[in-house]
């Protein structure tokens, strides 16, 4: 099994910066990658980006040159670095990955951007 712990998601102004964190642990060493996707009210739920183990990164199209994924394989963390927030950046954002044919999600972190 695989447990995922999201953090660092807040209230920003329009323009600012927030850092989230999902540290990873379990089963760790069968994940081949680890996704940010996030959800808001009445809406699908849309990939923001995701990390493979080869370095690989790939990011969704509202998100491109403002975010930005990275890990700490030392900590089991990925995190993702937001910057020029808008306000519909604003959604819960989860974390995700796939060990063994098994989905797992995080609880989620509120990111919430103000006009």
């Known amino acids: 099994q695989v447990h995922l712990v999201e953090s660092g998601g807040g209230l920003v102004q329009a323009g600012g910066s927030l850092r989230l964190s999902c540290a990873a642990s379990?089963?760790?060493?069968?994940?081949?990658?680890i996704r940010w996707l996030r959800q808001a009210p009445g809406k699908q739920r849309e990939l923001v980006a995701v990390?493979?183990?080869?370095?690989?990164?790939n990011y969704g199209n509202s998100v491109k040159g403002r975010f930005t994924i990275s890990r700490n394989i030392a900590e089991n963390t990925v995190n993702l670095q937001m910057n020029s927030l808008k306000p519909e950046d604003t959604a819960v954002y989860y974390c995700?990955?796939?060990?063994?044919?098994?989905?797992?999600w995080g609880r989620g972190t509120q990111v919430t951007v103000s006009s």
């Open positions: 990390m493979f183990n080869s370095g690989f990164t």
């Open positions: 379990g089963s760790t060493s069968s994940i081949n990658a």
């Open positions: 995700s990955t796939n060990s063994r044919g098994v989905n797992y």
